[in-house]
Every structure is written in C-alpha cells, then in structure tokens.
C-alpha cells in the first residue's frame, strides 16, 4: 500500500480512527477528515507519533463544497487519493410517526448522501490512476433492523445499492467497491446508544458466537484487506464484520 494516498471520512474516533491508523501502519498516507477538526488532527497527529503519514482536515461531508476543498488539499499534500473510506455515519433512534422531516433528511444527508459526494468526487482520481478502492461502512443492521431505526436504516441499505451500482460502473477502471457491515463494535457511537438505554451490552454479548464485544480493530483488518491489491477481484460485495451474528 505505500506511497497510496487514503480518505477516511469520519476518521476521528471510533471504527474510522482504527481504519485510519490501520492504512498509515499499512503504509499509505492516510488523510483523516472529520467534522472536528481537533478530532482529525488529533488522529493524525497520533498516526504521524506512530511513524506514519497523516494528515487531518475538517471536512463535513454533508458539505460538497467543503469535500471538494479537503480534497485539494489533499492532492497538495499527499498526491492523488486512490483509497476512499466513506465511515463517517450518525445513528439517532426514533419512534417512526415522530421522526421530523429534519431529522430524516440529516440521517439521509451523512449516512447516504455524503457518502454518494466523496464517492463523485475522488473517482476521477482513481479512474485517472487506473486503480482504486473504496469501502463503504454500512451496518449490520440493514440485514436485521431492530425496530426504532428507520431512517438509519434506510440510509445504510442505501449505502449497500449505491455501492452496487458503483462496483459494476467502475470496475472496468480497476476500482472496487465494497461494504463492510460492522455488528455491535465498542466506539463511542455504541457507548451513546447504550447510554440511551438503546443496547444492553450483555444480551448483545449472549447474542454473539465468539463471545465480545467486536473492536474497532476487528473492522480495520477487514478494511486494510478489501484496500489491498489482493482484494483487486472482489467487488460489490459486502463483509459482515460481527462475532458470527445472524441478526
Ligand atoms: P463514532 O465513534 O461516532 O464515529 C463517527 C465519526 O464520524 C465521528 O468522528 C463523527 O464526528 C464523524 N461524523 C459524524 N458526522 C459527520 C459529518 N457530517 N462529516 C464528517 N464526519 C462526521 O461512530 P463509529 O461507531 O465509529 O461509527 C463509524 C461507522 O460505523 C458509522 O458509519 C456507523 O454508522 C457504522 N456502524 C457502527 C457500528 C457500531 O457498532 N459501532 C455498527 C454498525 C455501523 P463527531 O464525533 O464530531 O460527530
């Protein structure tokens, strides 16, 4: 993976601070965009401590024109991104008959749309490279939605069609594109969630064949893997990352 720039949307905290980290140890130059600032450069800064190569920018990616200028500094800095992981996400549960039209045009605008945004705007890069990868961070939860989650729901299942259609257009570039759907992963996304009495930890842990709780880890390695020239023959697939969980 060396000398390959990487995005990490939402690449701050959690399962995409993993990713990020996992990339820079991995080789590539990974710039961490996150919509706190703070939160990116702090990720990038522990990465460059680490021996890597990261840069971080605030970038929201409800915003095109923000991604679009995150994406020249990039260029400038650390050279075309042939890597894209679009992670950044929101989970807000909600009784269905009271979700506010704002609130289901937020989860559709960082979960899907912003997702769609970063996807239109790197693969000129990666189609100009003759190479690419992008990963898309679903959910476990498209495959068994919990009741509560609507518009999460709806936004993550439409992660997984978008990437289809992606991995068909654009293979013939020599881009993949992939989703890992991650199941019950302990960030701070979790932690609210628990916090919001949402989860309880222990029945999701009986819920779960191995046993624990899956770790931010658990979905870099599988996210470092579908990056890797290895992965060059699997696309449009999707990798449940889950401790074995059927729901
Ligand atoms: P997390 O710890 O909350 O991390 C999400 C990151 O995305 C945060 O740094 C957040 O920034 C950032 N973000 C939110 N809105 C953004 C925006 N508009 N633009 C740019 N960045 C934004 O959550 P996580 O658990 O690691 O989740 C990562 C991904 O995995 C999400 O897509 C989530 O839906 C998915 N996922 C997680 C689990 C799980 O069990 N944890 C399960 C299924 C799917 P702020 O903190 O500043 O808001």
């Given amino acids: 993976m060396s000398a390959r720039t990487a995005i990490v949307t939402g690449g701050g905290s959690g399962i995409g601070g993993a990713i990020s980290q996992r990339l820079a140890a991995d080789g590539a130059l990974v710039a961490v965009f996150d919509l706190s600032g703070d939160a990116a450069k702090a990720a990038a800064a522990s990465i460059e401590k ?7 920018i605030p970038v929201d990616v409800t915003d095109r024109a ?21 992670n950044a996400g929101l989970t807000v549960e909600d009784k269905f008959l009271e979700t506010t039209a704002e609130a ?11 997702t769609f945004d970063c996807c239109q705007a790197v693969l000129p890069h990666m189609i100009e490279n003759g190479w690419g990868r992008i990963i898309n961070i679903s959910s476990s939860s498209v495959y068994g939605p919990p009741p509560g989650l609507a518009g999460y729901v709806a936004a993550k299942s439409g992660v997984v069609g978008l990437s289809k259609v992606l991995a068909l257009e654009f293979a013939r570039y020599g881009v993949t594109v992939n989703t890992i759907p991650p199941g019950f992963i302990d960030t701070p996304m ?17 819920k779960t064949p191995v046993g624990r709780i899956g770790r931010p880890e658990d979905i870099a390695a599988a996210c470092a893997f579908l990056a890797s020239d290895e992965a ?6 999707s990798l449940g990352i ?3 969980r059927v729901i």
């Fill in 50 to 56: 680490a021996g890597g190569k990261a840069i971080g």
């Fill in 190 to 206: 979790l932690r609210d969630t628990v916090q919001r009495g949402f989860i309880d930890v222990d029945q999701q842990i009986e």
């Fill in 104 to 114: 289901w045009h937020r989860m559709l605008a960082v979960n899907l749309t912003g």
């Fill in 242 to 244: 889950n401790g074995g």
């Fill in 232 to 237: 060059g023959y699997i696309t449009g697939q």
């Fill in 66 to 86: 923000g991604i679009d200028a995150g994406i020249d500094e990039v260029l400038a800095r650390l050279g075309p991104p042939t890597i894209l992981v679009n």
